[in-house]
């Protein structure tokens, strides 16, 4: 009898690899080249909406790397209060003895007391503990004595692997990486001057930065930021076509029970505006579905609606839950405007407010409540001061709830 693979391929979930990364080719071709400079003048940021696929292409931006012959080190900055210089070192330095604790280093060891002034040399590991050490021994501000780390460890990793090109450090969710003017606390101006200097110094360590939209406009209001140290990769939603791939290719196998007819597959890529996330999930969905009306002998049918709702509840309602009332009237106003799905400014909001049975809402408000909605990760403001929301289709959910206001 045939043995039928029931395996559902598909993966939505933040960072899962998906069965088929479609439609990036673009991107990777010039995260190469920037692979390609042996003196780093341009470091990476990788940026988009959340689900567009930021994480696992840096996952596939990993493998490019290591493949080119580079070091790779990544960690998820995932503060949600600010980070203060000294602990961005520390991460930083625990970041590097990643790929250094292989190493040994040469030290002297002076003899106990008694063995009169006798100096031995020992070998140590170059990991975290003797970057440590070496961190405490070295003089100056912090960010001095980071440098002076980076370029240890570079002459060393030169050392003892001739053939690797450089080293790249991958910052995920870099938007939570930010200058607290309050505190006093200057840790992305610090990432960044720091790593200008070493690459001045023909260190090939890259800076690789992942997140949200924000990230632009955090690095516009830190005091080093230069636009020149960054190639900016958006990544936008996939292509018609890219869609398609990133539909069939997951169902393209032998024993595959299931075959999208033409109608779900355009059902798909349109309900998902072609957002990677939404395609896993509704693909998800209804290739269970499919199984099911195929054992009942049915005729196979996407329950769009009901996927919708199930999606709601999975992708925004969490987001949705947490928010005021008064912080849902405001984004029910922006996701009345014209422009919602683009970008959209304070005044717009003011002067949309008034058109509604709802107290208006004062540009000092308006401004207020955009911060507080940054935090939460729902909206970004550009590097034109302009605002946009930072999750796809946040309009469409905000008006499929029942909470419509109603004009005047
Ligand atoms: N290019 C792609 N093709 C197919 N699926 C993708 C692609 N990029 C991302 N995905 C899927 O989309 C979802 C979100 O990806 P993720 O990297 O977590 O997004 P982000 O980090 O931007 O929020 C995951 O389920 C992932 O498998
Ligand atoms: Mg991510």
């Not at 999975?314 to 922006?334: K, M």
């Not at 729902?378 to 309009?395: E, T």
Request: hydrophobic residues 40%; contains cysteine; proline residues 3%.
């Amino acid at each position: 009898m045939e043995v039928l693979n029931l395996l559902n391929p598909y993966r939505p979930g933040a960072g899962h690899t998906p069965p088929y990364l479609a439609g990036r080719e673009q991107e990777i071709g010039n995260f190469v080249k920037l692979l390609d400079q042996q003196i780093i003048i341009k470091n990476c940021i990788l940026t988009g909406l959340r689900g567009v696929g930021k994480t696992v292409l840096l996952d596939e931006f990993k493998n490019v790397a290591i493949n080119e012959g580079w070091l790779w080190t990544s960690n998820e900055i995932s503060e949600s209060v600010s980070l203060t210089e000294e602990r961005l070192c520390y991460r930083i330095m625990a970041d590097l003895s990643i790929v250094t604790s292989g190493i040994s280093i040469k030290k002297i060891r002076e003899e106990p007391v008694g063995f009169t002034g006798k100096e031995t040399e020992i070998d140590i590991p170059l990991n975290f503990r003797n970057i440590e050490d070496l961190f405490d021994e070295a003089a100056g501000l912090e960010s001095d004595k980071l440098k002076y780390i980076l370029e240890y460890a570079w002459d060393q990793i030169k050392r003892n692997m001739p053939q690797v090109k450089g080293l790249i450090f991958a910052y995920d969710e870099a938007q939570s990486l930010y200058d607290d003017t309050k505190n006093k606390t200057f840790a992305l101006t610090m990432l960044l001057d720091v790593f200008q200097s070493i690459q001045r110094k023909k260190i090939p360590f890259m800076l690789l930065l992942s997140g949200l939209p924000t990230i632009q406009s955090r690095l516009v209001e830190s005091r080093t930021y230069t636009e020149r140290m960054f190639t900016i990769l958006f990544l936008h939603k996939l292509s018609d076509d890219a869609s398609r791939l990133a539909i069939l290719k997951p169902i393209e196998r032998e024993n595959c029970p299931i075959q999208f007819n033409k109608d779900s597959i355009d059902l798909i890529t349109h309900k998902s505006g072609g957002y990677p996330y939404f395609i896993q999930f509704l693909c998800k969905e209804t290739f269970d579905i499919f199984l099911q009306q195929n054992s009942a002998g049915q005729e196979l049918t996407v329950p769009i609606d009901s996927i919708m709702i199930k999606l709601d509840d999975d992708f925004f309602a969490g987001r949705w839950g947490i928010l005021t009332d008064r912080q849902r009237e405001l984004l029910s106003v922006i996701a009345h405007l014209e422009s919602c799905e683009e970008e959209f400014t304070v005044q717009e909001i003011v002067t949309e407010s008034k058109k509604y049975e709802i107290t208006a809402f004062s540009n000092s408000q308006v401004n207020q409540m955009l911060s507080s909605l940054i935090v939460t990760g729902l909206i970004f403001k550009n590097r034109f001061g302009k605002y946009s929301f930072a999750v796809p289709q946040l309009n469409e959910f905000i008006l499929r709830q029942n909470i419509a206001i109603s004009k005047l």
